[in-house]
């Protein structure tokens, strides 16, 4: 069932590179797609223990995660570039490691927090030890950022109900 | 329109220089491979505005992806590669790092 | 109709480049390699979305399936380096972690700074010792000291 | 030392920039290579005669296959010279468990990596399958498909990629692909052509000898895809374990 839905997203891919539909180069895409399958089918969904009908909540959900994602990735950007551009930079910045528990339970999750931390105000992640996140953050108000509804939100992204 | 995107892919390569002054001046080896990811990443997007400039994005944008996908893998492998190195060092202190 | 669009691509291409200033700027005046990389790894990401958004927009400016199929592939791009920047700034400041490089933090800083959490509401366990700010001492203080701003 | 390299870079570096000087202008059509009886057929004819778009596709794998063909054997003979030098077959006893050590690269690293590696994959098979279409073909879609399991070994660490591709498989691979070429070429000479000349081959292929001579170069390709994806895993595997081909990177 998943290796299906593997397949079609591959098709879909083949067909947008490539962009030729005529029936000698689809065919090639599906005899690629039918390979690539077999060889990789294994890493996408590492969870197949789940029913379809979450993961058709989660990928409604995924996209207003998104748009919250960019634009908090927006303002991490106003922020470093204001930074950078100050003279008294080094008054602004107070570089400092931070450790968190973030209660999130799947690897996923935690993937996910991982890279909307790096990816959002003056913070990147340093380490995952289990439940455990190391945080390198640029600032206090990054630091404390930390502590905000990320989590919460990504949390119910992935929660099943 | 040809002479705005010129001018952006003027100003990309322009503020590439920067960067370089980074991987010579280091002064850690770390600071120089983020150098060199940096401007892989933006060498991606720079063969896209070589592609409208010649009229031929469909054909630079293989390319790009190409480009992005092989430049996460340099990065990958040299993060890899400290971390093993890593004894090398010997223990956790900055002295030693410093300038290799 | 093309004229919008073409304005569009141009605003966008422009703020981007102007977002790769401030990674490119912050890369050269950051104090060490931890703070560097966070110029990088933002700056980097950001202006690469808004510089393909654009190119993507410009692209789609005479409309048919061909350059659909193309502006669906640059933003291709656009989420490739979303997704490895991230991952790759992160593998690259562990293993400077690893290596020893000391961060340079300010001089109440030093060390790691406990949060506490979790952060999920509704989370049964360590609670009661959650957002307290506890600092762990650290083993190599003197060399934090001697970097410290 | 280093100031006589140096040195020694700079007088290479005046004198091949002297010669530069001896080059026809840039664009210039009166220049010697684009002069030539040879290039002008090849300008005019190509896209008739192969209906391939892709000129340089067509004097790659068509009307220089011997050269592609010996190129592909180069790689061949460069992958199996690494082995040679490199292999320690001494490491690989059972007392010393390198595998245990090989975890990969970290949580980040492993799911961002099952996220893309799929669509790397299906990306190099795309540059192999439409070298007549676009700048592609087997070398550039092998490189890519090769550094996909790079990028397996890399974030998974060297035992899984090697689940897939172990050491005798990638020989296997890698002889298979050249054997592919050389092969298709042996066909043309059964049936009555010369070696190598694909358009005796329509009587088996759809379509006239020009069709055939167009899907016997995705046939090479895929041959050529073959070896340089075997080869690239290959020298990786050998060169980061110091031939002992466990503990990965």
Known sequence: MYRTLIFSFLLITWIILSGILDAFHVGLGILSCIFVTWLSSDLLFSNRSSRFGDRLKQACRLPLYLVWLLWQIFLANIHVLRISFSPRMREQ???????????????????????????????????INGDVFLVHAISDAAAKGLMGSMADRIRHVFSTD | MEIALMVAG????????????????????IDRIVAVNVIGTKTAVLLIIIGALFDNVSMFVDFAIAYAALNFLGSLAASRYFNRTRPAYGKRSSMEVKGS | MDEILNGLSIILIFSGLIFFMGASVGLMRFPDFYTRMHA?????????????????????????????????????????????S??????????????????????????????????????????SESKVKKKIPSKKKSAARRNSV | MKVFGLVAVFVVGLLLLSATQDFPSWGNPRSAASDGEVSSFYIEKTEAVTKVPNMVTAVLADFRGYDTMFETVVIFIAGIGIIAVLRNFEGSDSSIDYDNDDNGAGLLARFTCSLILPFIQIFALYVVAHGHHSPGGGFQGGVM??????????????????????????????????????????????????????????????????????????????????TVTAIMFSMYSNLSTRGRLSKGL
């Open chain 3, 40 to 84: 990088a790894g933002k700056g980097d990401t950001l202006s690469t979305i808004l510089i393909t958004a654009g190119m993507a927009v410009q692209v789609l400016s005479h409309f048919d399936v061909v350059s659909l199929f193309v502006a669906i592939k640059i933003i291709a791009i656009a989420v490739l380096i979303m997704l490895t």
């Open chain 3, 86 to 127: 991230p991952t790759s700034t992160h593998l690259l400041m562990k293993a400077g972690y690893d290596d020893g490089i000391d961060p340079v933090t300010s001089s109440d800083k030093d060390g790691i700074i406990d949060l506490g959490g979790p952060f999920i509401k509704g989370s049964q366990s360590g609670d």
């Open chain 2, 10 to 29: 003027i100003c990309l390569f322009l503020m590439m220089i920067p960067i370089m002054c980074r991987i010579i001046i280091g002064p850690t080896a």
């Open chain 1, 93 to 127: 910045i107070q570089p400092q490691i931070v450790r968190f528990r973030s209660g999130l339970k799947s690897d996923f999750e935690k993937y996910v927090l991982a890279q909307s931390i790096t990816l959002t105000p003056g913070t990147v992640t340093l380490q």
């Open chain 4, 145 to 226: 498909l090769g550094a996909s399991y790079i990028l397996l070994a890399l974030a998974f660490g060297l035992s899984k990629a090697k689940r897939i591709f172990s050491e005798r498989r990638t020989m296997i691979f890698a002889v298979v692909g050249i054997f592919i070429y050389v092969g298709w070429g042996v066909l043309c000479l059964l049936l009555g052509g010369e070696f190598l000349n694909y358009s005796v081959l329509d009587s088996i292929l759809p379509g006239d000898a020009m069709m055939a001579r167009s899907y016997s170069m995705l046939v090479v390709e895929i041959g050529v895809a073959f």
